[in-house]
């Protein structure tokens, strides 16, 4: 029995080949070989046969069978032009078709069948058993069509010579290459796909060099090589393709150049002649990469030694070449819509942190590895008034490019609603109305949260959101256990109010889901890897020299973070956002506080407190400005508020002058007119400091001021 058939029961082997005796035609047995092996493999096939066209019986006789069954293969071994199944379906259509299901009862999802098409029609028909639950992709079925239209070149002058039966064993060579179309319908990005074929393609072949490029507005561009240096490879990028000799003929006429050796090299294309020793290469096979009928670049494959090139081995490198443009083609769409992508989400994520008194910080946003690289995760730190820090992450439910744009007007929400200095919860409340009008089925998690450098308390709230990571500087590793609040969008306010009491320095670890959450690790296996990490390699972020070693050190430990906890990124399916920002308290020496009588003597008392501090502060040259700026504050206390009255001074990188008092109405700018006697307090304390605002508190409110302190030379 021949290797193509299988005894009844048994698995058919899809590495034999089998000619059927009745065959209309003989095949070449390694070609064939080739051929139906190569269909098979592209299309992760349970079998592939070839029918020819008997137009005079007006039937298709089947010639060749791979992996099938003797049963199967005789079941469909003469077929009528009337019969409804794929061959024949794809003979009177005349171009490829797919039809689901089990039509030889083999465990198969459906058959993909092509025409071979001939100078007055088809001539016979490549069918293959497909084993995927989906039809094959379309760089799969530019594969298949590329094969059957080398077969018919070869078929059609082949003699009408009886037919033989014999098999011959797969070759390493074919399944190499069959790995090659699964792992060009793999690949994502132009670099995979030429690392694809640096993978399969040179082995098999002996080669040590390849070179892939494209060509645009006339001038080739290297995608990616092996085997050559830089240095060798600047000489060739960028040059226009008539530069080029042996790239504008490959270009002009869409057909492949084999040259075997350095001197037919320098024969052919004499104004080259350095470029063989500068590569270091003897024969070389030039293959156009054609896609939609058009030649898109040229892949060069290359070889230390000279050699010759077998016809089998031509026709192959050029039906490979084939496939390998249509995967290219592809990879450079997704290529730009990446690029896209990355450049929508760094617009919408901060392109810098700031770098405050009470805290700097580092973060990362790594998208999915797999998907639009665009998705809804981000972060911020927003500075508030007195020093206060407001650090924010959050995680937008989905990924692609809608949910990147709600992402960039919740992060926009979120700063504006910071400067209103509201509570966390206040501000998660609001948010949650905006998601909620969004649409009904936008959710997202969110985890913001307000540093105050003179209590040390950090307050936030939870949407949905993991807790916060603290460290402290001898490397312990702090979670709170906490139940957060539902997502925004399905939460129903209020939100609760969490608050933590910090050391005087720490690390504050903000981060999304898929950061510590996978399909392959539990949340809780992520968390403690997280902790882990951190009391690991937290530690030096402590000693830090200055503030451009701490934001070093920052980003060391980002880094370190997302190494260890996604060290495949690329095979992610979520994307993953990191904040870790150093914390530090205000010395108690830079604060100076004082209760306030709620009568007229207020605002005289006030002026003399800030001018005695400023004094000791030896910032005498701001000591007119503040006095006046401080009894405006108590003297619209003392008119238009109660008590108690309360100031506050803090020295930073700026001077905040803080009034509180027992009301909760809001300061409002007046337009006094000419004749007005008053009115205009608000106004000059607009004038005098660089800003200025207000916040509240459960039994009142805080109107803060800020000047810059000048800066003084050593």
Not at 233 to 247: E, H, I, K, M, R
Not at 536 to 549: C, G, L, N, R
Not at 550 to 564: H, I, M, N, P
Not at 701 to 710: G, H, N, S, V
Request: glycine content about 8%; some cysteine.
């Amino acid at each position: 029995m021949a290797p193509g058939a299988a005894k009844a029961g048994s698995h058919p082997q899809p590495s034999g080949l089998s000619f059927a005796a009745a065959s209309y035609k003989t095949l070449r047995g390694a070609e064939t070989l080739t051929l139906a092996l190569k269909a098979t493999e592209c299309l992760d096939g349970r079998g592939a046969f070839l029918h020819w066209w008997d137009p005079a019986a007006r039937r298709l006789r089947m010639v060749a069978a791979s992996g099938l069954a003797a049963e199967s293969a005789e079941t469909w071994a003469d077929l009528s032009d009337e019969q409804d199944v794929a061959p024949v379906r794809a003979m009177r259509r005349g171009h490829y078709v797919w039809v689901a299901g089990d039509s030889l009862g083999m465990g198969a999802a459906g058959t993909a069948a092509v025409p071979l098409l001939g100078a007055a029609g088809p001539v016979g028909v490549l069918s293959v058993i497909t084993a995927g639950p989906d039809e094959p992709e379309e760089a799969q079925r530019s594969f298949l069509r590329s094969v059957a239209g080398w077969a018919t070149a070869r078929l059609e002058d082949l003699p009408s010579t009886p037919p033989v039966r014999r098999s011959v064993a797969g070759s390493e060579r074919t399944v190499r290459m069959g790995k090659l179309t699964s792992a060009l319908a793999e690949a994502v990005t132009s670099r995979e796909v030429v690392q694809a074929v640096a993978a399969h393609v040179l082995p098999p072949f002996g080669a040590d060099g390849l070179i892939v490029w494209v060509f645009e507005s006339g001038r080739q561009h290297v995608v990616d090589s092996a085997g050559y240096t830089q240095e060798f490879l600047s000489l060739l990028d960028g040059l226009a393709v008539t530069d080029y000799p042996v790239a504008a003929d490959v270009f002009g006429t869409c057909a492949p150049r084999f040259i075997e050796s350095a001197a037919e090299y320098c024969r052919r294309y004499p104004t080259l002649k350095p470029i063989p020793a500068a590569s270091q290469k003897n024969a070389w096979a030039f293959l156009p990469m054609i896609a939609s009928g058009n030649a898109i670049g040229m892949c060069l494959v290359s070889f230390t030694r000279q050699r010759s090139f077998t016809d089998e081995e031509r026709t192959l490198l050029t039906a490979l070449s084939g496939l390998v443009g249509q995967s290219l083609a592809r990879a450079r769409l997704y290529d730009v819509e990446h690029a896209r992508a990355q450049e929508l989400q760094r617009g919408l994520l901060p392109r810098t942190l700031p770098r405050l008194p009470a805290a700097c910080a580092a973060a990362r946003y790594l998208p999915a590895g797999r998907g639009e690289q665009v998705g809804g995760d981000w972060y911020d730190v927003i500075p508030l008034s007195a020093d206060r820090v407001a650090m924010v992450i959050g995680d937008v439910m989905g990924h692609g490019t809608p949910e990147a744009a709600t992402m960039g007007q919740l992060r926009t929400a979120v700063r504006t609603l910071a400067d209103l200095d509201i509570p966390p919860a206040e501000l998660l409340s609001r948010l949650n109305d905006l998601v909620s009008d969004l649409s009904e089925d936008s959710y997202a998690t969110c985890l913001y949260a307000v540093f105050d450098p003179i209590t040390r308390i950090c307050s936030f709230s939870l949407a949905g959101h993991p807790p916060p990571v603290v460290v402290h500087p001898d490397g312990t590793v702090h979670r709170p256990d906490l139940t957060a609040d539902p997502p925004l969008g399905a939460a129903e306010p209020p939100f609760e109010t969490h608050q933590m009491l910090l050391p005087e320095e720490s690390l504050l670890v903000l981060y999304t889901d898929g950061l510590v959450e996978s399909a392959t690790r539990f949340i809780d296996q992520g968390l403690a890897r997280l902790q882990q990490v951190l009391a690991q390699h937290a530690v030096p972020t402590f000693t830090a020299s200055d503030e451009d070693d701490d934001v070093r050190r920052l980003d060391d430990l980002c880094d370190t973070v997302v190494s260890a906890l996604l060290p495949d990124h690329g095979r992610t399916n979520d994307d993953a956002a990191l904040l870790i920002a150093h914390t530090r308290a205000i010395h108690a020496g830079d604060v100076a506080s004082w209760i306030l009588p709620e009568d007229p003597r207020a605002a005289k008392q006030a002026r003399e407190h800030v001018r005695n501090q400023l004094a000791a502060w030896e910032l005498d040259e701001l000591a007119i400005t503040t006095e006046l700026l401080a009894s405006e504050l108590v003297g619209n206390v003392i008119r238009h508020a109660k008590g108690p009255i309360r100031l506050r001074l803090l020295r930073s990188r700026s001077l905040t002058c803080e009034v509180y008092d027992g009301s909760l109405s809001t300061p409002r700018i007046r337009h006094a007119a000419h004749t007005d006697e008053g009115g205009r307090g608000l106004q000059l304390v607009a004038a005098l400091s660089k800003r200025w605002g207000a916040r509240y508190h459960h039994d009142g409110k805080c109107i803060w001021t800020e000047q810059d302190i000048p800066h003084r030379t050593a």
